[in-house]
């Protein structure tokens, strides 16, 4: 499918190059496999990469003053994101917005991955737990 969203011609570059960096280590322990602040790329987001094998845990209850997307790669997970309860598998995303306290866990069986999108070029957190 072609897609056409928007004229290329108005769009200004903004002069920044190409960047790369290291994200993750594939010999990385712990369910923190890696981040990626956008201070380093010159991005307004910062990304992490968390999983684990064990069904019910998780990371602790915390908050940012951003929003946060998660994204599902493998497994499923319920989420805690303020009032709400939802469940997500691999394939879905869930947003937990600026302000609102949030956790997941592992719902099993197996991994669960995920690619956590910080919307802020520095990881910015407090924990409740």
Do not use: C
Not at 87 to 105: D, K, S, T
């Amino acid at each position: 499918m072609a897609r056409k969203d928007f004229d290329p011609d108005t769009v200004r570059q903004d002069g920044r190059p190409a960047a790369k960096a290291t994200f993750f280590s594939l010999e990385t322990d712990g369910p923190w496999r890696g981040s990626l602040p956008g201070e380093m790329l010159g991005s307004p987001v910062t990304v992490l990469a968390y999983g684990n094998d064990t069904p019910g845990e998780g990371p602790r209850l915390h908050v940012h003053p951003y929003d946060e997307t998660f994204v599902i790669v493998a497994g499923r997970a319920r989420f805690f994101v303020g009032d709400q309860v939802i469940e997500a598998e691999a394939g879905q995303a869930v947003l937990g917005p600026a302000g609102l306290p949030h956790r997941f866990i592992n719902l099993g069986p197996g991994r669960l991955q995920t690619i956590d999108i910080h919307h802020s070029p520095r990881w910015i957190q407090t924990d409740l737990e």
